[in-house]
Structures are given as C-alpha cells and as structure tokens.
C-alpha cells in the first residue's frame, strides 16, 4: 500500500514571497503519477500540477514548480511570487500507473498543509 | 464545458437512515471516483466506476456502495448511517483513456451531517 506524508500542517508567508511545500510518499512501484491540489476555503479542489515518475525532468506550471527526488521518494511543491488567492490547503496525492492504468483510478492523499498568504 | 456537478450540496440525516448522493460527471468523462473528507481522517478514496462498473474500493464497511448508470453519471448510497458518516463527500471524473492517468476534476462536493 502507498504512503503520502505532508510533515507541515500548517504554514503562512508574505504576500510576493516563495513557499516550499513538502510531501514524502512511500511505494514498491516503479511507475506512478504525483499531484498537488489545491482546495481554497469552501471551493472546489483543483489540481496544481502532475509529475510523472518515470520523466527526470520537474513539472512547472506558471508560479508553480516541483522538486521531485524519485530516490528519496520526496515531492516538494514550490509556489513562487505568493499571491492572496494561493491560500488554501494543498494536497499530495499519489496514484499507481501500470501498463493499462486499468482500475487504478485512485489518488492516495496526505494530510494536507494549510497555507495561508499574509497580505 | 460544464464541471463536475454533485447533487444535493447540503444533507442532514438521523442516524440509521440511508442516504444517496448523486454525481454527474464532465461530459466525455467515462470514470468516476468518490472520496469522503473528513477532518480526523483526510480524503479517503471509497471506489471508482468505469463503464458501469466497479474497478477498484477503499477500505469502507458495505453499508457503502455505488453505482454508474450508461450515461456516466454515479450515484452514492450509504444505508443505516451513523454519526461517523458526517463528511464532505467528493465526486471526481477523468477521460481515462487508457494507458495513462488523466486528471481527475472534482466536483463542489456534498456536505452531510448525520445527527
């Protein structure tokens, strides 16, 4: 069974400033997909950004970008240039991919980090 | 392109009833999954449905259980609830085209409160 592990419920920074998010995640597979969502206050949640296991190369998305340490088995989420609208919990999802990615439609989330953006 | 929709938003129920939410997916979208959200335990994944049929099931008791009707829209039930039931209930879908894990768009989610 796979393991996602977000180590910081809570965190908050300066409006303009750069965040770091941390996810860890344990699993025997070799290949799988990561995600970070985002789940404003009474909204819907939204996906961040995916990063694909078997690609070397960190998934960026605008002001989002990932560290991805496949060895470590860490997934780190970076947030550039901080905005008040970034506020929200943000989750680390895991989910299996096999030849087919058939039935493996599951994401295994962490706890989640609620961050918090001061004007 | 519509979202993912979840019917009703809002539920209050006693204990020992039975309950069904309902979610109709993005058009095009073949799967969808339903996860409970619950302060002490996270987002849990309860199953998944792909042409009518169950794929994959989390580790809930059988009072849970689903369906997907030929139009892809899924419906939830949860029978004999209890208070642990209090969740906000997430509905997601995704192309699953096979070969690759497409992303899964969530809906609003339904709010139930058992008392």
């Known amino acids: 069974a796979q393991t996602v592990t977000q180590s910081q419920p809570e965190m908050s920074v300066q409006e303009a400033e750069t965040v770091t998010l941390s996810c860890t995640y344990d699993t025997s597979e070799n290949n799988y997909y990561l995600f970070w969502y985002k789940q404003p206050p009474s909204r819907q949640m939204i996906l961040v950004i995916r990063?694909?296991?078997?690609?070397?190369q960190n998934a960026t998305e605008n002001r989002f970008s990932v560290n991805f340490q496949k060895a470590a088995k860490s997934f780190s989420l970076k947030i550039s240039d901080s905005q008040l609208g970034d506020t929200a919990m943000y989750f680390c999802?895991?989910?299996?991919?096999?030849?087919?990615?058939?039935?493996?439609?599951?994401?295994?989330f962490g706890t989640g980090t609620r961050l918090t953006i001061i004007p | 392109k519509a979202g993912v929709t979840q019917t009703p938003r809002y539920l209050i129920k006693t204990r020992g009833q039975q309950v069904t939410l309902s979610c109709s997916p993005i058009?095009?979208?073949?799967?969808v999954s339903w996860y409970q959200q619950t302060p002490g335990q996270g987002l849990q994944f309860l199953f998944e449905y792909f042409s009518e049929t169950q794929r994959n099931k989390g580790n809930f008791p059988g009072r849970f259980s689903g369906r997907q009707f030929s139009n892809s829209r899924s419906e939830m039930n949860v029978s004999t609830l209890e208070l642990g039931d209090s969740a906000l209930y997430l509905c997601a879908s995704s192309r699953t085209t096979g070969g690759r894990a497409d992303e899964q768009y969530f809906g609003p989610g339904t709010r139930l409160t058992v008392t």
């Open positions: 999802a895991f989910m299996t991919a096999t030849a087919s990615n058939f039935g493996n439609e599951k994401l295994t």
């Open positions: 058009s095009g979208h073949r799967s």
């Open positions: 990063q694909e296991a078997y690609k070397q």
